[in-house]
């Protein structure tokens, strides 16, 4: 089964979505900050980063770069929830250095779920 790392300072967030994905079956890998995913990607490798964009000690658009540079075909999906205008900007943002697709926060589950699904399987969802 494919393997993803989360990244989110919110630990209910970063929880929740670690519930969820093993649920169906993900073995799921949970870093509290942008700093701290780095250092996972750096000693393994993931077939999915799930990443907040605004995070202490290093932002997300940063990881997304770095796993982009070191892991070109591993998929990537951003969030964020930093405020409507900032938001759109970061997730603009995160499309151009290498996400696959991105979130704006509140996520719905369902949705979530179908778009790991079709970024792991390469077959688009319905």
Known sequence: MARILVTD????????????????????????????????????????LITDIVMPNQEGLESIIQAHKKYPTMKIIAMSGAGKTSTEVYLRVAKNVGANFTFQKPWNPKDMLAKVEELLSGVPAA
């Open 9 to 48: 300072d919110d630990a209910e967030l970063r929880g929740t979505l670690e519930k969820l994905l093993k649920l169906r079956g993900y073995t799921v890998e949970t870093g509290r900050d942008g700093l701290e995913g780095a250092k996972m990607l750096a000693t393994q490798q993931y077939d999915l």
